[in-house]
């Protein structure tokens, strides 16, 4: 294949050729799309709307809540243009764009992930000691401390790929992710982005293994409380995290540590669809069903006053 030095434009994988798939894949992606839009939105307008609400569990919840939102909105309005209007193009700039605020969101999300799992801890080992160190002041600078550590991640891994030639400009996915990238690349700087995209998965071990130690001192902790109804509230609060934490590391794994031999474009979209999109599809839900605060709160958000009664007794 000829090595281009610049390339005006990537072509993603379409899903079909046939123009009612096409259509389908539109009407699937815009259910999914405003799914995940509107059950994040009903969890950022619950806290903010509840008093209650405002700690620093659920502050970084909302944080958690709008990177969802961003990481699928980055990826998933593009695709449905491109197959409403039978394309399969995107602008190099469009491309590095994906790139950069995909990776910024994404990395971003496990580190807020991991941040939420020390403020378990401190809440549950160290009970009196939660409000002197988990002050606002504190977690405004340790979600600053994620956002600015996460951009300057995605900004070098974006600044490799554009330095970058390729062989080609066919991208194997609905959208510009960097090993797809780094596949098609015929650059010296081939090397050094694998190098930054194996410390990515390093950092991303790193922290997945502190959220699993962490939880084991929480649940011995949790243990040893006498009352069971004092284990079932600590534990409430725990296992929509740690859900919420499996579901993220399951579907990487699913995406990233399958042998390299075995994939076809259809499986490898498949899967791409699949940690893309469920994970800022399901956090919500999963966070809505086993938190009950959360439940007093979207109710009373949708007015629904009978059935926030009646959990707010059950909370009590």
């Not at 894949?25 to 995940?36: G, S």
């Not at 709008?66 to 990481?71: H, M, N, Q, R, V």
């Not at 491109?82 to 590095?96: D, E, K, L, V, W």
């Amino acid at each position: 294949m000829s090595n281009f030095t610049f390339t005006s434009e990537f072509l993603l994988l379409e899903f079909s050729e046939e123009w009612e798939l096409q259509i389908l894949h539109f009407l699937v992606f815009l259910v999914l799309y405003l799914a995940t839009l509107i059950g994040n939105l009903l969890i950022i307008a619950s806290i903010a709307l509840d008093h209650r609400l405002h700690t620093p569990m659920y502050f970084f919840l909302v944080n958690l809540a709008i990177l969802d939102i961003s990481a699928v909105s980055v990826i998933v309005p593009k695709s449905m243009a491109n197959s409403i209007t039978r394309s399969r193009s995107i602008s190099y700039f469009g491309c590095a764009a994906q790139v950069f605020f995909y990776a910024l969101f994404i990395s971003t999300g496990f580190a807020i992930l991991t941040i939420m799992a020390h403020d378990r801890y401190v809440a549950i080992c160290n009970p009196l000691q939660y409000e002197s160190i988990m002050q606002k002041r504190a977690c405004v600078q340790m979600a600053g401390s994620a956002w600015t550590t996460c951009f300057i991640y995605a900004a070098v891994h974006t600044g490799f790929i554009s330095s970058m030639s390729f062989c080609s400009n066919v991208v194997n996915q609905f959208f510009c992710e960097i090993p797809s990238l780094l596949n098609i690349s015929c650059s010296d700087l081939y090397l050094i982005d694998l190098l930054l995209l194996l410390l990515g998965c390093g950092l991303s071990l790193g922290c997945f293994i502190f959220i699993i130690v962490t939880y084991v001192h929480i649940f011995s902790a949790v243990l040893k409380i006498p009352s069971v109804h004092g284990q079932r509230k600590a534990f409430s609060t725990c296992i929509p995290h740690l859900a919420v934490v499996c579901l993220f590391e399951s579907t990487a794994v699913l995406a990233y540590a399958r042998p390299p031999g075995n994939s076809s474009p259809g499986k490898d979209l498949a899967i791409a669809i699949i940690y893309s999109m469920v994970p800022p599809l399901m956090n919500p839900v999963i966070y809505s069903m086993r938190n009950k605060d959360i439940k007093v709160a979207l109710w009373k958000l949708l007015g629904i006053r009978h059935a926030s009664d009646t959990i707010s007794r059950i909370v009590q």
